[in-house]
Nanobody, 122 residues
Framework: QVQLVESGGGLVQPGGSLRLSCAASGSIFSINVMGWYRQTPVKERELVAAISSGGTTNYAESAKGRFTISRDNAKNTVYLQMDSLKPEDTAVYYC????????????????WGQGTQVTVSS
């Protein structure tokens, strides 16, 4: 089976930085797009940033200029560097990945991590 495990969340002061990591493991033949989403108790889950296997990136307006998404294809890992953090960035951050588990089927599936809490507060 496939697992996505996030790490790197925590408490940071406004203006600070955090780096999130998400490693995919298990039955993986190929990974297409990997992304980061976030959710709060009062807001639906929203896309923060995404990156294709070729390195093409897409950012939410709120993340542009402050966050950087990257990936290491050899490690099946995606990262989110978050700088100039604001209190409104406080949320649970989830990674997801579009994965083809085996070479014997052309099916792709979306997998999610368990989430990591990011709190921006003084």
């Amino acid at each position: 089976q496939v697992q996505l495990v996030e790490s790197g969340g925590g408490l940071v002061q406004p203006g600070g930085s955090l780096r999130l990591s998400c490693a995919a493991s298990g039955s993986i033949f190929s990974i297409n797009v990997m992304g980061w989403y976030r959710q709060t108790p009062v807001k639906e889950r929203e896309l923060v940033a995404a990156i294709s296997s070729g390195g093409t990136t897409n950012y939410a307006e709120s993340a542009k200029g402050r966050f950087t998404i990257s990936r290491d294809n050899a490690k099946n890992t995606v990262y989110l560097q978050m700088d100039s953090l604001k209190p409104e960035d406080t949320a649970v951050y989830y990674c997801n990945a579009n994965i083809r588990p085996t070479a014997y089927t052309a099916s792709w599936y979306i997998f999610w991590g368990q989430g990591t809490q990011v709190t921006v507060s003084s």
